[in-house]
């Protein structure tokens, strides 16, 4: 009967062994998963970071082109107005001259 319950004892702690063995295993496999988990956060940050930063330089640079076509079509606007207010002012004082001659 002893050597039953010598069995039993060392059965049971075997079993307390194993379920050390098992809560210690699981230890490691949650801190392995929060580890993985907190790299993987870490590049979904920084890949939406480089997204965010290139959405932002393709419109940057979209305004410039932008800002670029309407600075040239005002200075186009700008030299035919010169253009044509040069040649109104020519017909003015032409205009002037044959007032003045009495013609």
Same mark, same amino acid.
Not at 2 to 16: F, L, P, Y
Not at 33 to 38: G, L, Q, V
Not at 68 to 75: H, S
């Given at each position: 009967?002893?050597?039953?319950?010598?069995?039993?004892?060392? !059965?049971?702690?075997?079993? +307390?062994?194993? *379920? #050390?063995? /098992?809560? =210690? $295993?699981?230890?490691?496999?949650? &801190? @392995? %998963?929060?580890?993985? !988990?907190?790299?993987?956060? +870490?590049?979904? *940050? #920084?890949? /939406?970071? =480089? $997204?965010?930063?290139?959405?932002? &330089? @393709? %419109?940057?640079?979209?305004?410039?082109?932008?800002?670029?076509?309407?600075? #040239?079509?005002?200075?186009? $606007?700008?030299?035919?107005?010169?253009? @044509? %207010?040069?040649?109104?002012?020519?017909?003015?004082?032409?205009?002037?001259?044959?007032?003045?001659?009495?013609?």
């Amino acid at each position: 009967m002893e050597d039953v319950i010598k069995r039993i004892v060392d !059965a049971e702690k075997e079993a +307390e062994a194993r *379920i #050390e063995g /098992a809560k =210690a $295993e699981a230890k490691k496999i949650i &801190e @392995k %998963a929060k580890s993985e !988990a907190k790299l993987i956060e +870490e590049e979904i *940050i #920084e890949k /939406a970071r =480089a $997204e965010g930063e290139e959405l932002v &330089e @393709k %419109a940057r640079k979209e305004g410039e082109e932008e800002a670029r076509k309407i600075t #040239e079509a005002g200075e186009k $606007e700008i030299e035919e107005m010169k253009v @044509k %207010a040069t040649q109104n002012f020519e017909k003015a004082v032409s205009a002037a001259v044959q007032l003045v001659r009495g013609s």
